[in-house]
């Protein structure tokens, strides 16, 4: 079993920043990709950002030249920054990770979310 924990969550005016952070753990033989996704209330879940274990990164048009997705492979870890942050940007903010087990099978993980407020 693979589990994500998501931090970094909160309040911000608009215009502000936040950092989430998603960390994996379990066990774990390989991360193909690490993404973000969120859902406003009384939207569907839409993908935010996502990034392989090369480095490709792909974003929502939406997000393009505010968020930055990373990653750090020897820690199972995902990061987005979220600059210049709008209203619009509300909602919580799942992690979600997709890869293979140490028993050789695939998992697809999410974490539980974290709420991202934007005051106008």
């Known amino acids: 079993q693979v589990q994500l924990v998501e931090s970094g969550g909160g309040l911000v005016q608009a215009g502000g920043s936040l950092r989430l952070s998603c960390a994996a753990s379990g066990s774990i033989s390989r991360i193909n990709a690490m993404g973000w996704y969120r859902q406003a209330a009384g939207k569907q879940r839409e993908l935010v950002a996502v990034i392989t274990n090369g480095g490709s990164t792909n974003y929502a048009d939406s997000v393009k030249g505010r968020f930055t997705i990373s990653r750090d492979n020897a820690k199972n870890t995902v990061y987005l920054q979220m600059n210049s942050l709008k209203p619009e940007d509300t909602g919580v903010y799942y992690c979600?990770?997709?890869?293979?087990?140490?028993?050789?099978?695939?998992?697809?993980?999410w974490g539980q979310g974290t709420q991202v407020t934007v005051s106008s």
């Open positions: 979600n990770a997709e890869g293979y087990r140490r028993d050789f099978r695939s998992f697809g993980s």
